[in-house]
């Protein structure tokens, strides 16, 4: 057993500072629920993560993640990993813990792993 944090959809980890991971298969699936293909897909909201390993999402002016639209996701049924698995196992700043409205629930099977301070949702 262990506990798990279930998300409530406030959006303040799509609005906090940082790096949305995408791999090449997050990147087909949500280029083709936006009805795009996989290159205009990352030459309109992909760029080079710091580390230059990989692609991350853009963000809009102010910070927010490219896909954050009023409360809602535009790519929700295929979002990134990293935010599908957000707090779980992330080792978040305490200040958008503080506003995450993640509620804990008791699962079993669930493991304590750490992945870095990044943004997810
Ligand atoms: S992809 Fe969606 S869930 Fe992930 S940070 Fe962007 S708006 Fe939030
Ligand atoms: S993970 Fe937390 S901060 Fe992010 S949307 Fe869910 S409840 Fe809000």
């Known amino acids: 057993m262990g506990i798990y944090w279930e ?10 500072p ?3 991971k995408v791999t090449e298969e997050e990147i087909c699936q949500m280029a083709a629920w936006l009805s795009l293909s996989e290159r205009e897909f990352i030459e309109r909201y992909t760029r080079l993560r710091q ?5 991350a999402l853009v963000e809009q002016e102010g910070g927010a993640c490219v896909f954050l639209q009023g409360r809602d996701c535009l790519v929700q049924p295929f979002k990134p990993r990293q935010c599908q698995e957000f707090p779980n ?6 200040e958008l813990m503080r ?3 993640a509620r804990p ?5 669930t493991r304590e792993e750490c992945s870095g301070e990044e943004r997810g949702a």
Not at 7 to 16: D, E, K, L, N
Not at 51 to 55: C, F, I, K, P
């Open 7 to 16: 998300c409530q959809r406030c959006t303040a980890c799509c609005q906090w």
């Open 18 to 20: 940082g790096e949305v």
């Open 51 to 55: 580390d230059r390993r990989g692609l």
């Open 89 to 94: 196992g992330w080792r978040a700043s305490p």
């Open 99 to 101: 506003q995450c409205q």
């Open 105 to 109: 629930v008791w699962r079993a099977g």
